[in-house]
């Protein structure tokens, strides 16, 4: 198995110019609690990069593209 999918959403490791954030600055961002995060990366909607043992991080690109996909228009 490879590194980069041991656990759900994960991408492959991101390069060094690519801005991340935290679990924290996300929840932050989206006015939601870090379990929220959470729940969205494992169901697959927020895609993450592991980044060492433990740690986890969000593409910033990743984070504005699934805000993109979710603000609504009213009709």
Sequence with gaps: MR??????GAKAMPTVTEALMTRKQVAALFGVSTITI??????GKLPA???GAGSIRYRRSDVEQ?????????A
Excluded: D, Y
């Design 3 to 8: 590194p980069e999918k041991l656990f759900t």
């Design 38 to 43: 959470i729940r969205l990366q494992e169901s």
């Design 49 to 51: 990069v592991r980044i």
């Design 66 to 74: 699934f805000i993109a996909k979710s603000i609504t228009v009213p």
